[in-house]
């Protein structure tokens, strides 16, 4: 199944206490489930020990929050990622954290850059080898927090820096805060020879 246009969340105009209730309520957890694809999530059961439940259903019979959490499987694609979040979340333009830590990924997908409110991304503990593919992220202007730690190119001699050059947005990268002096030399510098792990 190909993800198009018609599955990109659109923003809803909702009432500002409901999207206060998204923020807030609890992550959807699906980790450490063995999933491979995301074509039937909807059929899987969130987990509830991690965060004392799971969230509460809204009008829609769907799931109040903002954040999913598919860390620890064994994904290779985010293929049907927007339409599974459609059909979970209340409000799926509001979905701000996705955790995709732990799994088989080898390039940052298309379908992260459909979710225009992700503030939060974990995806270390991958296999992403190509330092220019974090360059697809820099459209998510919202994006705050990025962890990539535990993927081949954080070898790259200057890879915190050119991160930050190519992400000028993010204020975390890889649970440790952006300092000033690192923004200020932040640069291509070793982009031009050495961008891909093999």
């Not at 699906?30 to 439940?53: F, H």
């Not at 979710?115 to 992403?128: E, S």
């Not at 974090?134 to 991160?163: D, E, F, M, Q």
């Amino acid at each position: 199944m190909n993800d198009s246009s018609q599955n990109v969340p659109k923003i809803q105009h909702a009432d500002p206490k409901f999207v206060q209730d998204v923020k807030i309520g609890k992550p959807l957890d699906y980790s450490s489930k063995n999933l491979r694809t995301l074509d039937k999530l909807i059929n899987e059961t969130p987990l509830s020990a991690r965060v004392q439940g799971v969230p509460v259903r809204g009008a829609n019979k769907r799931f109040i929050c903002g954040a999913i959490w598919l860390n620890n499987n064994y994904l290779t694609s985010l293929q049907g990622l927007s339409k599974s979040v459609e059909e979970l979340l209340e409000l799926p333009a509001y979905l701000t954290w996705i955790d995709i830590s732990y799994n088989e990924f080898k390039n940052i997908g298309q379908e992260l850059l459909h979710f225009k409110n992700l503030r939060i991304l974990y995806m270390h503990g991958n296999h992403i080898n190509d330092i220019l593919d974090v360059t697809k992220l820099k459209s998510l202007l919202k994006l705050r927090t990025l962890t990539l730690h535990g993927n081949p190119i954080t070898r790259l001699v200057n890879y915190r820096s050119l991160v930050l050059f190519y992400l000028p947005q993010i204020k975390s990268l890889d649970f440790s805060l952006i300092t000033r002096q690192e923004r200020s030399v932040a640069s291509p510098i070793a982009c031009s020879t050495v961008n891909k792990i093999n």
